[in-house]
Every structure is written in C-alpha cells, then in structure tokens.
C-alpha cells in the first residue's frame, strides 16, 4: 500500500528558530510530491517537487526531494508566529491519484 | 485563490439519511477531487473525476458515490449515512495531469452524522 510518513507529528517553537520537517514515503513510483500548509481553513500549496537533488525555495521556506532515500524535507528558516498551521505532505502517483501524510503541526511560540 | 465553492458549509443529518455535497469550480479545471479530512488521518482521496461522467475510486470510496454531469459539478453522495462519515470534506481542482498541476481546494464541508 502507498504510505506517506510525516515526522514530528508535532513540534513547538520558539520565532527565529529554524525547523526541518520530514515526509518519507513508500511508494514505488510517483509523478509529483507536494507540500501544503493548512491554518484553520483548506490547505493552500506550497511546493511541487519532481526531480530528485532540486531545492525549491520561496522566501524563508525551501523544499526538497531525495528520490534514493525516499524522502523529501520542508525547511523554515527565522520562524514567525504566521507559520503556526498543520503542514501537509501528498504524493501524487502515476494513476493521479493522491496520498497524502498525518501532517506535522507547527506551533510558533513568540 | 482559485474559484472553488462548497456547499453547504455545514450540515447536520441523521444517521441513515441520505446527504449530497455540492462542489463548484469556475476554472474549468478537468480534474475534481473529494477528500475528507479526519484527526491523525490527515487528507484521504474519495473519489475523483478526470472529466465529464468520468469518475475513480479513491482510498476510501466505499459509502460514498459521486457524479459529474457538467465540468464545473461534482456531486459526493453519502447514500445512508453513518457516524463514521461524520468529517470535514474538500474539494479540490487540478488543471492537468500532462503537466504536473497542483491541487487547489475548496474551503470545506463539516458533516455531523448523529
């Protein structure tokens, strides 16, 4: 069965920090990974990974995939009490059909 | 933000009674997704549609069925409901899957089942 791992399941913070979340997987073959971050309403998109080694980055949020290891790591630099959601791992596989992980929630203490 | 509409918001029903959830883009996306959303389960695909009358399973599909008679509609169904489909439930859109697109969803559905 495809799987979607995301650690911590939660993590509490204090701003400025730097946190590094995890998302491993166990599917065999995929079109895309994907972050999201959700606050109290739907998930809004992040970063769409595809390529193995390639760093995605948007101001203090960077992503990447390492298709070996079968993971894919989210990093938030100079925390804010703005980044306080549940953040959303998913795998899109071939069949277009999406797997997403638990989350990991973070709360951003000031 | 892409435009997706749910409706209703919320909705309380009774165990055994029919319910439909409406989901409404205006993107003329092709593909539609329903996901409910549970504690410790994080976001888990229904069903999903790739175009007009084209409809899938999804990892959690049995109890629910769904219909697209228009690109803009699709329609999830709970047949009987039961208090286990008692959940917040999105909708998405996706523009291809050619290209890799990202999923943009709704705002959301809570149902209470009692």
């Known amino acids: 069965e495809d799987k979607v791992v995301q650690s911590p399941l939660s993590l509490v913070v204090h701003e400025g920090d730097t946190v590094t979340l995890n998302c491993s997987y166990e599917v065999t073959n995929f079109r895309s990974l994907l972050w999201y971050k959700q606050e109290k309403k739907a998930p809004t998109f992040l970063f769409m990974l595809t390529s193995s080694g390639i760093e995605k980055k948007s101001g203090r949020l960077s992503s990447i995939l390492d298709k070996k290891e079968l993971f894919s790591i989210l990093n938030i630099t100079a925390t804010q009490t703005g980044d306080s959601a549940v953040y959303l791992c998913?795998?899109?596989?071939?069949?277009?059909?999406?797997?997403f992980g638990a989350g990991t929630r973070l709360t951003v203490k000031p | 933000d892409a435009g997706i509409t749910q409706s209703p918001r919320h909705k309380v029903t009774e165990t055994g009674t029919p319910v439909t959830l409406r989901c409404h883009q205006t993107?003329?996306?092709?593909?539609m997704y329903w996901y409910r959303q549970d504690p410790g389960h994080g976001l888990r695909l229904i069903h999903y549609?790739?175009?007009?009358?084209?409809?899938d399973k999804g990892e959690v599909s049995d109890g629910y069925s769904v219909s697209r008679s228009k690109t803009e509609d699709f329609l999830l169904t709970l047949e009987s409901a039961t208090s286990s489909q008692t959940s917040v439930y999105f909708c998405?859109?996706?523009?291809?899957?050619?290209?890799?697109?990202?999923?943009?969803f709704g705002p959301g559905t809570r149902l209470t089942v009692l």
């Open positions: 993107e003329n996306h092709r593909y």
């Open positions: 998405a859109i996706s523009l291809s899957i050619v290209t890799d697109n990202e999923q943009f």
């Open positions: 549609s790739y175009g007009v009358k084209d409809t």
């Open positions: 998913a795998l899109r596989t071939v069949n277009n059909d999406m797997r």
